[in-house]
């Protein structure tokens, strides 16, 4: 499915960001950003404009294909790996932050991405993510997946990610004009969250 919606020749998600990455970005950490499920890669390009050294993985082969071509086209670096959430190695305590755009997962499947995410994320590490939420099977935008239980609200935001101290935290109705997939008024979750420097329940040794 992936590989041929990115084959079209028109991108699936157009070729500017994410309007919520836009608005957050200063939120981040400088150094290292993971994109998850970046598809054609309009968001890591921006933020490796941005000044970010940017990792972009996706599953489909095709889409990072393009994102390498938009990279080249706007002169920024870009480094992709093709993977699949299922099994992918985020590896521990390695990024500065992980961006998550519209990446909606069965919940199993997201739980266990979630926690891979924090151990992934260096202390101070920023989690920045938006999402369709149920309401938005009812509203008049086109965007999201058709299952309910794919989607997110700052409930389940706040079950699955304990570890992280929340930033921002919302509900939103807004409008959305991204591509021929994500387009009018929606209904979304926007959550940045952020590491702590310490574990909790550790302390730092005080030399006299």
């Not at 794919?150 to 304990?162: F, G, T, V, Y």
């Amino acid at each position: 499915m992936w590989d041929e919606r990115y084959a079209a020749d028109v991108p699936a998600y157009g070729e500017e960001p994410n309007g919520f990455l836009v608005e957050a970005a200063a939120r981040l950490k400088p150094g290292k950003v993971l994109c998850l499920a970046e598809g054609q890669g309009r968001n890591a390009v921006w933020l490796a404009g941005q000044g970010f050294t940017v990792t972009a993985m996706d599953q489909s082969p095709v889409g990072l294909g393009y994102a390498r071509e938009l990279a080249a086209r706007r002169g920024v670096e870009l480094e992709t790996q093709v993977g699949d959430l299922a099994d992918y190695d985020l590896g521990e305590a390695q990024w500065d932050n992980i961006v998550s755009i519209f990446g909606h997962l069965p919940p199993e499947l997201r739980r266990s991405v979630h926690q891979r995410v924090v151990r992934a994320l260096k202390p101070g590490g920023m989690f920045l993510l938006e999402a369709y939420r149920p309401a938005q099977l009812e509203a008049d935008g086109v965007g999201g997946p058709p299952d309910a239980a794919m989607m997110l609200d700052l409930q389940i935001i706040a079950q699955e990610l304990p570890e992280l101290e929340p930033v921002i935290a919302r509900k939103v109705s807004r409008e959305v004009d991204e591509g021929v997939y994500h387009h009018g008024l929606s209904e979304t979750v926007q959550y940045v969250g952020r590491k702590p420097e310490l574990e909790r329940g550790k302390k730092t040794d005080v030399f006299t």
